[in-house]
């Protein structure tokens, strides 16, 4: 008795199949030419554009699941209303999540993140941690849904560069072709994260890359974009911030004031990274004389960050709900003052105790509280002069 003979659908798909092989085998032994290049730069900027979509939906999932809020942007807004045992549990249990993610699957029990993708792009042809990677996009994820006072764009970006790493080792990238990929996917997660395409393909040239090479800026743009569309197939045209309609410079002679402040918001950041190394440094001689698992340190950070946010529940989360107060001038200099010392405070406890997430949004808030606080300053002394307080914020 004869075999069934394959159908014509079998067949076109085992032949396309195989073509995907040969091609594979070519590119791992000559490289990728100019067009395939850019193909897989938009691929692997649509995947990390997902990475950044998938990521943001998760954490909104976990923050109405647990906190019960139908709106996750105004968390800060409902925490006020919760019971107060709650808003202690929910960090100090997110954070032993988190301690026994990383205790498990990394060696150092330390979320990996933009420092680390910058490291891979200038020491290792472009290349991240896969296994530590993906522990510390999930126990970031696990940390902004339950409390944590950190971004997340830097575990996005992290979380991109994973998914780069594992397409330069499936096609054997040489150095500079993995450096490359590596930057398509950093440019495609910050500009999924900000709906910004020309920011996130800025970001990865100058800041990972740290090049503007001709042979690396055509498929970055093209990640980038594959990045945006992908936020805006969910998100429409909509930005992460409510800007005001009106705060134009009014005078010239308003110009060194915003020097001035440029100079305030530089000692505003370098206090904001000398906090975060302090609490490294406080956390590492605190569990070393204590003899504290590992596990547990985040736990503890989330505890505290729990207490602080009983009198202040802006420092929980992301805090975009209290940037675009601040964007918009909503906020008394006091408020604005304040709430910036406690946000530096709890980012310096939420990445000091080893918890997940990044800084860049942390320090979109603290900059423009900072920047609220100076111009409601500036246009107080100088009311014929100034235009409006929330100029200084932007």
Not at 30 to 42: E, Q, R, Y
Not at 102 to 111: G, P, Q, S, V, W
Not at 136 to 155: K, Q
Not at 197 to 226: M, T
Request: net charge positive; hydrophobic share 50%.
């Amino acid at each position: 008795m004869t075999d069934p003979q394959p159908s014509f659908l079998s067949q076109q798909i085992a032949h396309i199949r195989d073509g995907l092989r040969e091609g594979l085998v070519v590119i791992r032994q000559k490289g990728p030419s100019k067009v395939t290049f850019w193909f897989i730069a938009l691929v692997i900027g649509i995947a990390a554009g997902f990475a950044a979509l998938f990521f943001r939906k998760g954490i909104d999932w976990l923050q109405a699941l647990l906190y019960g809020t139908e709106d996750p942007q105004r968390l800060h807004t409902f925490l006020t209303g919760l019971s107060w045992y709650w808003i202690v549990i929910i960090p100090t249990v997110g954070g032993l999540v988190v301690g026994l993610i990383l205790h498990k699957f990394t060696k150092d029990a330390r979320c990996r993140s933009v420092s680390d993708v910058i490291l891979g792009a200038a020491m290792h042809e472009g290349r991240v941690e896969t296994r530590a990677g993906l522990a510390s996009a999930l126990a970031s994820l696990i940390t902004l849904g339950t409390g944590g006072s950190s971004g997340r764009e830097g575990p996005v970006v992290h979380l991109a560069a994973v998914i780069a790493t594992w397409v330069s080792r499936r096609i054997n990238a040489d150095g500079i072709t993995g450096r490359d990929l590596l930057g398509c996917a950093v440019a495609a997660a910050v500009s999924a994260s900000f709906n910004a395409p020309i920011a996130g393909a800025l970001f990865a040239l100058e800041v990972v890359l740290r090049h503007f090479a001709v042979h690396a800026f055509a498929p970055i743009v093209i990640a980038s974009v594959a990045g945006t569309v992908i936020n805006r197939l969910e998100f429409g045209g909509l930005t992460e911030f409510t800007l005001p309609t009106y705060g134009d410079l009014q005078f010239y002679v308003e110009l060194p004031a915003f020097l001035l402040l440029g100079l305030t918001c530089g000692v505003v950041a370098v206090t904001l990274m000398r906090s975060i190394f302090w609490a490294e440094d406080f956390g590492n001689h605190l569990q070393a004389r204590t003899r504290i698992p590992r596990y547990l340190r985040p736990a503890v950070a989330g505890c505290v960050l729990g207490i602080i946010a009983l009198w202040f529940p802006h420092i929980i989360g992301v805090g975009y709900e209290t940037t675009s107060m601040a964007l918009t001038g909503q906020l008394l200099f006091h408020e604005a003052v304040i709430f910036a010392v406690f946000k530096v405070a709890a980012v310096a406890i939420t990445l000091g105790g080893r918890m997940g997430g990044g800084v860049f949004s942390p320090s979109l808030m603290i900059g423009a509280l900072t920047g609220l606080a100076f111009g409601l300053v500036a246009t107080a002394l100088f009311p014929e002069v100034s235009g409006s307080s929330s100029l200084y914020a932007l």
